[in-house]
């Protein structure tokens, strides 16, 4: 189940928020009802964080290394073949 949504723009920018497990029923084409433990990505609140890029800006900023976090999170997790 993913835990998360993430959204990277330009290396610059993450919007970033939980899901929140659900219990809720959902129907089946041949009618069957299952209650099931779901991700409603809809419900999520999204932080939004943004790199300094001017000369005066700290570049160790809250939001610069939030930002640098993520996108090393990102690059790591797609480096690696999955199994």
């Not at 993430?6 to 129907?27: K, M, Q, S």
């Not at 069957?32 to 300094?52: E, I, N, P, Q, R």
Request: with cysteine; charged share 25%; net charge negative.
């Amino acid at each position: 189940m993913p835990y998360s949504k993430l959204y990277i723009f330009n290396g610059a920018e993450v919007v970033t928020g939980p899901y929140v497990p659900t219990e809720r029923p959902i129907t089946l084409t041949d009618g069957t009802t299952l209650d099931v433990v779901d991700v409603m990505g809809f419900d999520s609140t999204l932080t939004h964080c943004a790199k300094d890029d001017d000369k005066d800006d700290d570049p160790e900023s809250q939001d610069s290394l939030i930002v640098s976090s993520w996108q090393r999170w990102f690059d790591a997790t797609w480096r690696y073949p999955r199994t």
